[in-house]
Structure formats: C-alpha cells, structure tokens
T-cell receptor, first 116, second 111 residues
Framework: EAQVTQNPRYLITVTGKKLTVTCSQN?????MSWYRQDPGLGLRQIYY???????DKGDVPEGYKVSRKEKRNFPLILESPSPNQTSLYFC???????????????FGPGTRLTVL | GDSVTQMEGPVTLSEEAFLTINCTYT??????LFWYVQYPGEGLQLLLK???ADDKGSNKGFEATYRKETTSFHLEKGSVQVSDSAVYFC??????????WGAGTKLIIKP
C-alpha cells in the first residue's frame, strides 16, 4: 500500500531533550516536506526536500533540522525542544516532476508532540 | 506573496443542508488549486483539485470550480452528512511548486 508513515504518533518530552520524528514514504517520491499544524494558523511548512541531499527552509524552520540521506526517509530533528514547538506535525511527499503543479501531496498520519 | 484565504469556522449545519465554504487566493501566474480534508485524528487527504481556469473538481459529492476572474475556488456540496464533519483546507500550488495553505475551516454536521 502506498503510504507515508511517521513515528512516533504521540510524544511527550521535556525542554531541551533532543528528539527525532521519522518519516518514510514508499512511493519513490522526490519531494518531501514537514509541516506543523496549530489552531487558527493552518499548515505551516518547516522544511522541504526536492531530492536526496537537497533540503530547503520553509516558513518556520527555526529550532528544527532535517536530513535527506535516502530518497524514502526525511527525519525531523529537534535538537533542543521548547514548549512553543508543541504542535501537530505532518510529513508529506509527492513526485517532483511528472504533472508539475497539479500533483497531489500525500500526508502521513501526524505526530502530536508536547514539550513540557 | 501568494496566499489563500478561506472562511473562518466552525461552520455548523444540519444534515442534508447545502454547504459552501469560501476560498479566495492571490497568486501570480496560473496556480493549481486544491481542497484537502482532515477527518478527526487523521492526516490530510486530497478531496479534489483543479489545474486550470474553469476546471471543476469533484469527489464524494463535493464540487469546486476554478474561477480566475474572481480568484476563487469555493467548495460546495448539495446535501451534507454527519460523516462530512471534518476540517477542510484550501490550498494552491504556485509557480515554485510550493503548496500555500489556507487556515482551515472546521465543519460540524448535526444529525
């Protein structure tokens, strides 16, 4: 089944304790992205990647890191989490070239992170 | 910059009522337009899309028409069901292949 998976689905942590949220897709998509969703703010892009070893900042990259060493994986790293990073996080992927701007983006199920 | 504006929620309707959720956009060039739906506890999934002016996207009884003259992509459904309760997001894909999102509209359908 074509899908985007994220782990963990739920995480409660404390300020300053490094964490990684994994994201994996099995559709051979070039483009992957991380979003955070907060009430009243919709989806805000954190980082995106057009292909392996190519990453770029989105709208709200501060406090986050990403890497794209393999095509299927795009982990999100919080080196020193803070309470303002409490949010619902989504990973997404889509093919980069075929279909251009009309391509559907596929989302993972979300990771709810609470930083105390 | 490019932006998407959609009506604030929550929108509360009775079952079988007519639904309209307004969405307008600002973008240069010819963006593609999307409606995504997020059911409770789930990720977002594509509901429908339109890639050029006057295109109509449709799925599951929902429709939206790409209106370039009014820069709008309003979502409509003739008779809503309780199972349509969800958060609906309007989005555009711009010339840089980035997705720009509206803030989302929560829809509540009462039996």
């Amino acid at each position: 089944e074509a899908q985007v998976t994220q782990n963990p689905r739920y995480l409660i942590t404390v300020t300053g304790k490094k964490l990684t949220v994994t994201c994996s897709q099995n559709m051979n998509h070039e483009y992957m992205s991380w979003y955070r969703q907060d009430p009243g703010l919709g989806l805000r892009q954190i980082y995106y990647s057009m292909n392996v070893e190519v990453t770029d900042k989105g709208d709200v990259p501060e406090g986050y890191k990403v890497s794209r060493k393999e095509k299927r994986n795009f982990p999100l790293i919080l080196e020193s989490p803070s309470p303002n990073q409490t949010s619902l996080y989504f990973c997404a992927s889509r093919p980069r070239l075929a279909g251009g701007r009309g391509n559907e983006q596929f989302f993972g199920p979300g990771t709810r992170l609470t930083v105390l | 910059g490019d932006s998407v504006t959609q009506m604030e929620g929550p929108v509360t309707l009775s079952e079988e009522a007519f639904l309209t959720i307004n969405c307008t956009y600002t973008a240069t060039g010819y963006p593609s337009l999307f409606w995504y739906v997020q059911y409770p506890g789930e990720g977002l999934q594509l509901l429908l899309k339109a890639t050029k002016a006057d295109d109509k996207g449709s799925n599951k009884g929902f429709e939206a028409t790409y209106r370039k003259e009014t820069t709008s992509f309003h979502l409509e459904k003739g008779s809503v069901q309780v199972s349509d309760s969800a958060v609906y997001f309007c989005a555009l894909s711009n010339s840089n292949y980035q997705l720009i999102w509206g803030a989302g509209t929560k829809l509540i359908i009462k039996p």
